[in-house]
């Protein structure tokens, strides 16, 4: 019912940057549809994801310690639209990033991801 579609990684030198989208699509536009949460997180082979960004309609964020600073993550609520915008790249931000969306309807939460984009940072 809920579509995530991600773009914008890719390969970057150390102290570049890039700019990651995620647009929903789907059931996320009905009427009885409240976003939650817009949020990315990222995964390296054999750790567990972790959240990177996150940010709710009213705007308030929250940043792994890490990243602060450097990424900077912003919704468009109306378009359900996340992006995040990451300078200042290191070669230990290399990962899968994944978009999350989290919604309500009327009586219970449900959550969705993205594909999944790769970003490699090095020289």
């Known amino acids: 019912q809920v579509q995530l579609v991600e773009s914008g990684g890719g390969l970057v030198q150390p102290g570049g940057s890039l700019r990651l989208s995620c647009a929903a699509s789907?059931?996320?536009?009905?009427?009885?549809?409240?976003?939650?949460?817009m949020a990315w997180y990222r995964q390296v082979p054999e750790k567990e994801r972790e959240l990177v960004a996150g940010?709710?309609?009213?705007?308030?964020?929250n940043y792994l310690d890490s990243v602060k600073g450097r990424f900077t993550i912003t919704m468009d609520n109306e378009k359900k639209i996340v992006a995040l915008q990451m300078n200042s790249l290191k070669p230990e931000d290399t990962a899968v990033y994944y978009c999350?969306?989290?919604?309500?309807?009327?009586?219970?939460?449900?959550?969705?991801w993205g594909q999944g984009t790769q970003v490699t940072v090095s020289s």
């Open positions: 940010i709710i309609p009213a705007g308030n964020t």
């Open positions: 999350n969306l989290k919604v309500r309807r009327p009586w219970r939460t449900y959550e969705y």
């Open positions: 789907g059931s996320v536009f009905s009427d009885n549809v409240v976003v939650n949460v």
